[in-house]
C-alpha cells in the first residue's frame, strides 16, 4: 500500500531536510511549495500553494485533489515566525498567527478525512511549545504554536485510529531568528528526529529529549 506523505513549507529549510529523510527511505513524498519550487527527482511531487488565506488554501485542495487523494500521511511544517516586541501586539496579530499555524493545518487535515485514506497527521511546533512561559518577541507565533496540541489531540480523540502527533524542534541551525542561548540544530539532524516520530506506533507530543526514546507524552 502506498505511504505518500504531503509535506507542507517542503521548499523552506526543515522542509527540504524532511522530502530528504523521506525519499531516501522511498517514500513518495507530496512537497508543497509557494514561490521555489524544488528540483526534480524521483518520488516527489511539487505541489504549488498559497496558504495565506483560507480561500487560497481552498484553491490549493481544489487544484491538487487528484494527487492529494493518494495521501496517507501529512506534516503540517508551514509556519513562518513574525517578530514584533509583545508591547506593540495587536488582536490582528493574534488572528493573522492563528490564520498561518492552524487555517490550512485544520483545513488540509480535515480535506485529507474526506478525501483519502489518512492515518497520521504530524505538526511542527517549536521548542517552548507547552511550556508555560512569556515572550518578549514572538507571542503571537507562540501562542498559535501552543494551540496545536490541543489541536492533535482533540482531533485525536474524534478520529480514533489515525494517530496525531506535535512534535517541537529547537532552533534550526541556519534559521534567520536565533534566540539568545539557542543551541541551533542542523537541519537534517531535526528531520530525523521527526522521522523517528512519524514512525511510531502512537500519537503524542514530543520534543528534542523525547523523540527518541520513551517518555513522549500520549495525548489525553
Ligand atoms: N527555523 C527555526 O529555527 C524553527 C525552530 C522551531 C520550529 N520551527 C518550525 O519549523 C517549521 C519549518 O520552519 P523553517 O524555518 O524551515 O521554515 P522556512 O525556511 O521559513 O520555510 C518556509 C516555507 O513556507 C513556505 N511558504 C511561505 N509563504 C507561504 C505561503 N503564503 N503559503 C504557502 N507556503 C508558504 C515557503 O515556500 P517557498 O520557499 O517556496 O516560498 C517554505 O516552503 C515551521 O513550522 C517553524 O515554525 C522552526
Known sequence: MSETVLITGASGLLGRALVDAF????????????RRRGGERGNVR??????????????FLKRHAAALAECV????NYGPIVQKDTAAVTGADLLAAFQVHLQPAL?????????????????VAFEHTGRLRSYRRILAYALA???LPV???SLAASHPGIRFSVYSPPTL??????PPGARPVAPPAVAETIFRVFRR???????RETAGGRQGRKHG
Open 23 to 34: 525519499v531516501r527511505r522511498g517514500i513518495p513524498v507530496l512537497a508543497q511549495y509557494h
Open 46 to 59: 511539487w505541489l504549488a500553494g498559497d496558504f495565506s488565506s483560507s480561500r487560497s488554501t481552498a484553491a
Open 173 to 178: 541551525a541556519g534559521a534567520a531568528v536565533q
Open 73 to 76: 500521511h501529512v506534516i503540517h
Open 145 to 147: 504554536k501552543n494551540a
Open 151 to 153: 489541536l492533535s489531540r
Open 107 to 123: 483545513d488540509i487535515t480535515r480535506f485529507l478525512l474526506a478525501h483519502a485514506r489518512l492515518r497520521s497527521a504530524l505538526f
Open 201 to 207: 506506533r502512537s500519537g503524542g507530543h514530543f520534543r
